[in-house]
């Protein structure tokens, strides 16, 4: 007789959740059920694909394969064969959760709020996507379709409304925390009632509130508008409260799931201060050092009367707008004024939309529809060029470079299906703040004007980091052990491992060392 219990797995994520502010809120019981967790459990970073491709990593999680396999990295990817900026489709870049294939294997699944996945599909179990998510790539929408009409009517619409890019005022933010507490109540109690309601052997949830959080959130926010001391308090503690909103979620899940669990708790990348400057900055960076240094004075920084009028229209307003258009809409308006109105004939090189690192894009003959760029010696030569002249920016004022490192994708990653998706040159930029430039100035190429001085263009005080971090507990982990050399890649393997199941063949990770349920 077989008296082995069944495995159960419940795994909670903590959307960039930053590991420092985590272990730093452990230690000095800030976060008590995280807390007892980590006494009783196992703790660890996890290396992450965010250091590049910061919007890859919930893909590389859920497939367990590298960006140079399943290709989806951001909401808005460049199609060559259009070329313009589109969302990710499973037709386009299939990418399909794990849980997914797992259940096929048995093992009863729910999943709720999973970000960055298409739609749900029919499975053994339950799924819920999109309800309370900071990232996704479709509406929200539920497996089976009739399950999301009870979650409106027992829970009503969520409190995480859509993201806006723009300097709020102190009372804006700190209704921004209230919301995304609010939003964190909400989905831990739906998550509660479908612990209850559903026969499961795998859960999982994401949270959307640390992401959302630690962009706008971030030391002190950035705003506009009168501060007073009563402002600078309450934001000085905004972040905290939402991970506090956080831990108290996992205390309730945690309950509500029961005894002889093993749980994970995790975050795929995390997040600290903002340091990019993909937005506005880098097109103009690069339109200089194609244009050549004798040419560069002379390169007029988006100059016609459109966007002339764009740039006098607050981006306040321009937000309050964008947030109120259909997804369809507001895509289809990022996508015209990024290269709507580039010359293809004359153009060598473009910006894809980005939000940490920069991501460049050579219009390849072959490769682009309207390609000009010749393989072999002149992609190699323009792609060491552009490198090489990007690294010339610094700050007006310091003289500190602005470009920590360029790299070619095709040197970062082995050969994938998906591989012709992403970017050709990643560019991380220095560690600094961007929030402190006045001015970028090129010897060569001369000096651009930081185009929001003492903030972000989109208002944004973080931004991401490149590790997560795993938090495991229940059956057989070690009380108080450490998880080392561990990549989100592991994560999914780890779970097939768990239930006694050989990973998928295509899947990168392997399964953890003494992570067993």
């Known amino acids: 007789m077989n008296t082995q219990r069944p495995v159960r797995v419940l795994m909670i994520g903590l959307d960039a959740a930053e590991p420092s502010l985590i272990e730093q809120w452990i230690s000095d019981g800030t976060l008590p059920h995280l807390k007892r967790l980590r006494e009783r459990g196992a703790y660890g970073r996890l290396a992450s694909t965010a250091d590049w491709l910061a919007g890859s990593v919930w893909p590389t999680f859920y497939t367990g394969t590298w960006p140079a396999d399943h290709g989806v990295f951001h909401h808005l990817q460049w199609q060559a064969e259009r070329m313009v900026h589109v969302r990710p489709t499973a037709d386009w870049l299939p990418a399909r959760p794990f849980w997914r294939t797992l259940s096929e294997a048995d093992p009863r699944v729910v999943?709720?709020?999973?970000?960055?996945?298409?739609?749900?599909?029919?499975?053994?179990?339950?799924?819920?996507?999109?309800?309370?998510?900071?990232?996704?790539?479709?509406?929200?929408?539920?497996?089976?379709?009739?399950?999301?009409?009870?979650?409106?009517?027992?829970?009503?619409?969520?409190?995480?409304?859509?993201?806006?890019?723009?300097?709020?005022?102190?009372?804006?933010?700190?209704?921004l925390r209230d919301e995304l507490v609010r939003a964190t109540h909400d989905l831990t109690e739906l998550g509660v009632a479908l612990l209850h309601r559903e026969p499961w052997d795998l859960w999982l949830c994401g949270f959307g509130a640390p992401h959302r959080g630690g962009h706008m959130l971030w030391g002190l926010p950035e705003s506009h508008g009168e501060m007073t001391v009563r402002h600078q308090a309450s934001l000085a503690r905004a972040l905290r409260d939402v991970y506090v909103?956080?831990?108290?979620?996992?205390?309730?899940?945690?309950?509500?799931?029961?005894?002889?669990?093993?749980?994970?708790?995790?975050?795929?990348?995390?997040?600290?201060?903002?340091?990019?400057?993909?937005?506005?900055?880098?097109?103009?960076?690069?339109?200089?050092?194609?244009?050549?240094?004798?040419?560069?004075?002379?390169?007029?920084?988006?100059?016609?009367?459109?966007?002339?009028?764009?740039?006098?229209?607050?981006?306040?307003?321009?937000?309050?707008?964008?947030?109120?258009?259909?997804?369809?809409?507001?895509?289809?308006?990022?996508?015209?004024?990024?290269?709507?109105?580039?010359?293809?004939?004359?153009?060598?090189?473009?910006?894809?939309?980005?939000?940490?690192?920069?991501?460049?894009?050579?219009?390849?003959?072959?490769?682009?529809?309207?390609?000009?760029?010749?393989?072999?010696?002149?992609?190699?030569?323009?792609?060491?060029?552009?490198?090489?002249?990007?690294?010339?920016?610094?700050?007006?004022?310091?003289?500190?470079?602005?470009?920590?490192?360029?790299?070619?994708?095709?040197?970062?990653?082995?050969?994938?299906?998906?591989?012709?998706?992403?970017?050709?040159?990643?560019v991380q930029w220095s560690e600094t703040p961007a929030r402190h430039h006045r001015s970028i100035v090129s010897p060569q190429f001369g000096s651009i004007s930081w185009p929001t001085p003492g903030g972000t263009p989109d208002g944004r005080s973080g931004n991401h980091l490149r590790e997560g971090f795993l938090l495991a507990a229940g059956g057989r982990i070690g009380a108080g052990s450490t998880i080392e050399g561990a990549h989100i890649l592991d994560l999914a393997p780890t779970v097939y491992a768990m239930f006694g199941l050989p990973k998928p063949s295509e899947m990168r990770g392997k399964a953890l060392i003494g992570i067993q349920p």
């Open 245 to 426: 909103a956080c831990d108290t979620a996992v205390g309730r899940l945690v309950e509500a799931a029961g005894d002889h669990v093993t749980i994970l708790i995790f975050s795929l990348h995390g997040m600290g201060p903002n340091n990019s400057r993909a937005e506005l900055v880098l097109p103009k960076m690069l339109a200089r050092v194609l244009a050549g240094p004798l040419a560069s004075g002379r390169v007029k920084e988006q100059g016609s009367a459109l966007e002339g009028l764009r740039r006098r229209i607050p981006i306040e307003w321009r937000s309050s707008i964008r947030r109120r258009l259909p997804a369809s809409w507001q895509d289809r308006l990022t996508a015209f004024w990024r290269t709507g109105r580039i010359d293809w004939t004359v153009t060598k090189a473009l910006c894809q939309v980005a939000d940490a690192q920069g991501y460049l894009r050579i219009n390849l003959r072959g490769r682009e529809a309207a390609g000009i760029v010749q393989p072999g010696h002149e992609y190699e030569a323009l792609c060491a060029e552009l490198a090489e002249r990007l690294k010339t920016f610094a700050d007006g004022d310091t003289g500190e470079p602005v470009v920590r490192n360029v790299v070619r994708t095709d040197q970062l990653f082995q050969e994938g299906v998906g591989r012709d998706r992403l970017p050709d040159l990643l």
């Open 111 to 175: 999943a709720i709020d999973m970000p960055m996945v298409y739609s749900p599909e029919p499975m053994h179990g339950v799924e819920i996507s999109g309800w309370a998510t900071h990232d996704r790539l479709v509406p929200p929408a539920s497996s089976p379709p009739e399950l999301m009409e009870w979650v409106q009517k027992e829970f009503g619409p969520p409190h995480l409304k859509k993201e806006g890019s723009s300097h709020r005022k102190p009372a804006a933010l700190l209704q």
